[in-house]
């Protein structure tokens, strides 16, 4: 049972172009969703996270929109680079059953910006 | 930095042997994890620590196994290795203080079972 739904598989954008990827969580005790950044052959880095009492959250030309009613989030990258080139992951973080932190990762997106 | 080291980096096995891949962090964080990476699946938490000797199962625990006797290593064990569990293996640790979610991941360990 996937958790946290993330779309599209795959990406392919324009230089200086807008990319969007989508998530989509299921349960309510979620209180923290990060996105997650990761190259070839390295671990995911972390790249931005929101809280769902924010709507949204900017960091440089990232950006996170957040429907906390449609249990729904986005990740925005204004202006692509081709250095965004890369795999992106959506997590949404909460305690478990047993109180203890647990994160659950969307399925990834990989992210082609070509010049 | 977080001082996360995967050992080994790459290993090659063949089904049915048993192999264990360690995580050792430096700083002494009470939470760590092991998830492992598919393509279409993302990444997937198997096991996760919240102390010495505090284990629990996450959503793809079955053929794994985990140890932490001591808080900076975090052993995962496939008692008998099999082709679906060739994976690439990401450790990953809650750094104290930090918020909820923000893991720092190790560079990952390529496991081949053939």
């Known amino acids: 049972q996937q958790q946290v739904k993330q779309s599209p598989q795959s990406l392919i954008v324009q230089k200086g172009g807008i990319s969007i990827i989508n998530c989509a969580y299921e349960?309510?005790?979620?209180?923290?969703f990060p996105w997650y950044q990761q190259f070839p052959g390295k671990g995911p880095a972390l790249l931005i996270a929101?809280?769902?009492?924010?709507s949204e959250k900017k960091e440089g030309r990232f950006t996170i929109s957040f429907n906390k009613s449609a249990k729904q989030f986005s990740l925005h990258i204004m202006d692509s680079q081709p250095g965004d080139s890369a795999t992106y992951f959506c997590a949404a973080a909460g305690r478990s059953g047993g109180g203890y932190q647990k994160v659950t990762f969307g399925t990834g997106t990989k992210l082609q910006v070509i010049p | 930095d977080a001082g996360i080291t995967q050992s080994p980096r790459h290993k090659v096995t063949e089904t049915g042997t048993p192999v264990t891949l360690r995580c050792h962090q430096t700083?002494?964080?009470?939470?760590m994890y092991w998830y492992r990476q598919d393509p279409g699946h993302g990444l997937r938490l198997i096991h996760y620590s919240y102390g010495v000797k505090d284990t629990d199962k996450g959503e793809v625990s079955d053929g794994y196994s985990v140890s932490r006797s001591k808080t900076e290593d975090f052993l995962l064990t496939l008692e008998s290795a099999t082709s679906s569990q060739t994976s690439v293996y990401f450790c990953?640790?809650?750094?104290?203080?930090?918020?909820?979610?923000?893991?720092?991941f190790g560079e990952g360990s390529r496991l081949t079972v053939l």
């Open positions: 700083e002494n964080h009470r939470y």
């Open positions: 929101i809280r769902p009492d924010v």
């Open positions: 990953a640790i809650l750094q104290t203080g930090a918020v909820s979610g923000e893991l720092f």
């Open positions: 349960n309510t005790a979620f209180d923290y």
